[in-house]
């Protein structure tokens, strides 16, 4: 698929004031600093569609984007910086639940990962979270042209195989560098062929 349009149509901090469902939807999630704004530029050749490197935790925004006139791409607030206190964490579950809850329309929830990293706890317990409550994700490992290509395929296998204590099946996973735009016609046409279902 060809980005041959992408828009930002509205923020919200609130789930009743979302676009209406008339559109599927793709959302962006991931632990704060992982890359999603980046990627989302990428992924739609825009340099400054989605805010990069914003103060994290201030907020909590779900940012829609119309795609083709086609889809929506949303852009979730992210989870898991150093500072977050646990209400701050409970409030962000609350609202992240309030928003998967109401959005008929969502066709999938990209979690991203950062490659670099080894499995982390918080990564997982949020993808155990998605699996005990039935919401079907894929997963994309941001940041691969930070390090080698083994040390991403590593990660990538250790996170995989944490997650078959939980899982039966491990989601379909994509490896994805907003710099050189790896993985992302990769991204592009999953969305594509679940559209297309
Ligand atoms: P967000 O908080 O998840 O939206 O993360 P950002 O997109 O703002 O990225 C956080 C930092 O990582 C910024 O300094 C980005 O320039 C950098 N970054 C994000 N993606 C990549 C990538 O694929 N490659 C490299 N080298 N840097 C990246």
Same mark, same amino acid.
């Given at each position: 698929?060809?980005?041959?349009?992408?828009?930002f149509?509205?923020?919200?901090?609130?789930?009743?004031?979302?676009?209406?469902?008339?559109?599927?939807?793709?959302?962006? #999630?991931?632990?704060?600093?992982?890359?999603?704004?980046?990627?989302?530029?990428?992924?739609?050749?825009?340099?400054?569609l989605?805010?990069?490197?914003?103060?994290?935790?201030?907020?909590?925004?779900?940012?829609?984007?119309? #795609?083709?006139?086609?889809?929506?791409?949303?852009?979730? !607030?992210?989870?898991?910086?150093?500072?977050?206190?646990?209400?701050?964490? &409970?409030?962000?579950?609350?609202? =992240?639940?309030?928003?998967l809850?109401?959005?008929?329309?969502?066709?999938?929830?990209?979690?991203?990962?950062?490659?670099?990293?080894?499995?982390?706890?918080?990564?997982?317990?949020?993808?155990?979270?998605?699996?005990?409550?039935?919401?079907?994700?894929?997963?994309?490992?941001?940041?691969?042209?930070?390090?080698?290509?083994?040390?991403?395929?590593?990660? =990538?296998?250790?996170?995989?195989?944490?997650?078959?204590?939980?899982?039966?099946?491990?989601?379909?996973?994509?490896l994805?560098?907003?710099?050189?735009?790896?993985?992302? !016609?990769?991204?592009?046409?999953?969305?594509? &062929?679940?559209?297309?279902?």
């Amino acid at each position: 698929m060809n980005v041959k349009s992408a828009e930002f149509l509205c923020s919200n901090t609130r789930t009743d004031k979302l676009p209406e469902l008339n559109l599927p939807e793709y959302a962006f #999630i991931g632990r704060s600093n992982v890359g999603k704004s980046s990627l989302i530029n990428a992924l739609t050749n825009k340099k400054n569609l989605a805010k990069t490197s914003q103060t994290p935790g201030k907020t909590q925004l779900i940012n829609h984007f119309i #795609i083709n006139n086609e889809w929506y791409l949303v852009d979730l !607030p992210g989870y898991g910086y150093a500072k977050t206190s646990r209400s701050n964490r &409970d409030e962000w579950e609350k609202f =992240i639940r309030k928003y998967l809850r109401v959005r008929e329309n969502l066709q999938c929830l990209f979690v991203l990962i950062d490659s670099r990293h080894e499995p982390q706890k918080i990564d997982l317990e949020f993808c155990q979270w998605l699996g005990e409550n039935g919401i079907p994700f894929l997963l994309i490992f941001t940041k691969a042209d930070k390090q080698s290509n083994l040390r991403s395929t590593q990660n =990538i296998a250790k996170f995989k195989k944490a997650l078959l204590e939980w899982f039966e099946e491990v989601p379909e996973v994509f490896l994805s560098s907003a710099e050189t735009h790896l993985g992302c !016609p990769e991204i592009l046409i999953a969305i594509n &062929d679940i559209n297309k279902n």
